[in-house]
């Protein structure tokens, strides 16, 4: 396994996922074989081989990845950042890396990915609100609610196909996880 981060082993595993994403638009995963992703990133299998182990290894990257990027965008929020500027961020994220959000977020068989992110979301919320004055059972549940309920309102903007702007989108969730909060 390659284990250098430079320009061409970044690029390459930028090229491999984004064949596995495109990929996984119409395939399962469990049905994508390494060559099929080969194919689709125009790299060879050994190239392949290099920095991964199977199809699951490279999605195991991606998701990482992207869950990586999203918690660093919301341990953003400090007191003295608007959390509204956070989640304008956000969705512009998601609406820029739409295909990997169509593809992780809204396919029945990315439940793991869901799973794992809603995980993490939960986990930084709370550490985040750990100044509330509230008991944390009920602290917890609340943030079940905005995390679960914001990803679906996510996933059905994304399904849905950005059927409204992103400041719209951003202040709706963002008004919801206010009023939950109280």
């Not at 099929?36 to 290894?57: E, K, N």
């Not at 956000?90 to 992780?104: A, D, M, P, V």
């Not at 004055?133 to 996510?154: A, C, H, M, P, W």
Request: proline share 2%; charged share 25%.
């Amino acid at each position: 396994m390659a284990v250098k981060n430079n320009r061409r082993t970044i690029m390459t595993k930028r090229l491999l996922k984004t064949a596995l994403i495109e990929l996984m638009q119409e395939t399962p995963i469990n049905k994508i074989t390494i060559k099929d992703i080969c194919q689709q990133a125009d790299l060879s299998r050994s190239t392949f081989y290099l920095h991964y182990t199977d199809q699951y290894g490279l999605l195991n990257d991606l998701e990482s990845e992207v869950i990586t990027t999203i918690m660093g965008q919301i341990k953003k929020i400090t007191p003295d950042l608007d959390p509204l500027i956070v989640c304008r961020e956000f969705t512009s994220y998601l609406h820029k890396e739409h295909t990997i959000f169509r593809t992780l977020l809204c396919q029945q068989e990315n439940l793991h990915f869901q799973a794992k992110l809603i995980e993490e979301l939960h986990k930084t919320s709370m550490e985040l609100l750990a100044f509330s004055s509230e008991d944390n059972i009920r602290l917890s549940y609340k943030v079940d609610f905005i995390t679960q309920g914001s990803l679906s309102i996510f996933r059905n903007w994304i399904f849905h196909g950005f059927d409204m702007a992103e400041d719209e989108i951003s202040e709706l969730v963002f008004d919801l996880c206010c009023q939950a909060l109280d």
